[in-house]
């Protein structure tokens, strides 16, 4: 089966640095993507990762380590709108995204 | 930017009845998605649809569900019969490129919240 750990929830202030972390274990990996959900509204796209490292674009940074079925998701210079769930989805196959159960993350002012 | 568009964006059913959820995908997307989410809940994954076929579909994806693509733009979702349990929201997705192309990220439809009473 699939196993894919995130927190819950997450608060910071505005202009702050958060780090969601996210942890998996599961039948396959071809990847791990990052999305930001507003509530009721879509998952959009934030970030991908294949290979170990780190990818930045822009005030959002994701990690990957394989060989510890680990990734974060760093956000920088956090502001008001960045307040939303934020999905860590592993493609354990040709076609489809595993997803967890998501990050909840409130900036305060 | 282009978009997948899905209709009706709320359906309210009985339950036993049939409902279609209806979604057009990005025009030159070629992989096809129908995912769902009841509330409070993480994304779950039904199936996946490429080259008139499905490619691979999950437990929760029963006899009671079928998919279609009975034209160039359209990718529906049947439920036969509905139950109180298909009470969520149904995300329509698709995504560009052909072959193992791994970084190419599925673009969601704003979703279809389906209410069974």
């Known amino acids: 089966g699939q196993n894919i750990d995130q927190p819950t929830e997450m608060t910071a202030t505005e202009g702050a640095i958060v780090q969601i972390n996210c942890t998996y274990q599961t039948s396959g990996f071809n990847g791990l993507f990052w999305y930001q959900q507003h509530a009721g509204e879509a998952p959009t796209f934030l970030s991908y990762n294949v290979l170990d490292g780190l990818e930045e674009k822009g005030r959002f940074s994701s990690f990957l380590s394989r060989s510890k079925g680990y990734s974060y998701l760093l956000l920088k210079e956090l502001q008001m709108k960045d307040s939303a769930s934020y999905l860590c989805?592993?493609?354990?196959?040709?076609?489809?995204?595993?997803f967890g159960a998501g990050t909840t993350v409130t900036v305060r002012a | 930017e282009p978009e997948v568009t899905q209709t009706p964006s709320h359906q309210v059913t009985q339950m036993g009845q049939e409902v279609i959820l209806r979604c057009v995908p990005i025009?030159?997307?070629?992989?096809f998605y129908w995912y769902r989410q009841i509330l409070g809940q993480k994304v779950e994954f039904l199936v996946s649809?490429?080259?008139?076929?499905?490619?691979?579909k999950s437990e929760i994806f029963d006899d009671q569900f079928s998919v279609e693509r009975p034209d160039g733009s359209n990718f529906t979702l049947k439920i036969r019969s509905t139950k109180l349990e298909d009470s969520a929201m149904y995300f329509c997705?698709?995504?560009?490129?052909?072959?193992?192309?791994?970084?190419?990220?599925?673009?969601f439809g704003n979703g279809t919240r389906l209410t069974v009473t």
């Open positions: 025009s030159n997307h070629l992989y």
């Open positions: 649809f490429y080259n008139n076929e499905i490619s691979e």
């Open positions: 997705a698709s995504r560009r490129t052909a072959g193992h192309s791994y970084n190419s990220p599925l673009h």
């Open positions: 989805a592993v493609r354990d196959g040709d076609y489809k995204l595993s």
